[in-house]
């Protein structure tokens, strides 16, 4: 009796996680390059065909590139500390892992996304 019981409310927890998982979900703004163009244009940057200003946006956004014959990876900076890194193999198939991962669960909501 207690079992079930318990296997009740632990089914109950689970289907209000996903609950809230669902609803987190649709508060998730896509956005596309155009969008996030013209608010830094607007708002941040005003005059993007100045050199430093360019130079400013690359420092301030993005945290290293790794060049292949085939394909480039972008690691962007999402928190305001800077940190340098010293590059190792591990750390590039590190960031290589996060990448593939990236673009499947990109992949996933870009097949879920239902505009309004």
Known sequence: MAKSWLTEFENEIYQIEFDIDKEKQKIYQFLTKEVIKEFLKSKVFSNTDDISIRK???????????LYSDKIIITYRFT??????????????????????ALIVSSD????????
């Open 109 to 116: 909501n870009s097949q879920n996304f239902q505009p309004d």
């Open 80 to 101: 305001n500390p800077i940190e340098y890194d010293k590059i190792t193999p591990e750390s590039t198939k590190a960031i290589e892992k996060e990448s593939k991962s």
């Open 56 to 66: 400013l946006i690359v420092n301030t956004f993005i945290k290293e590139i790794i």
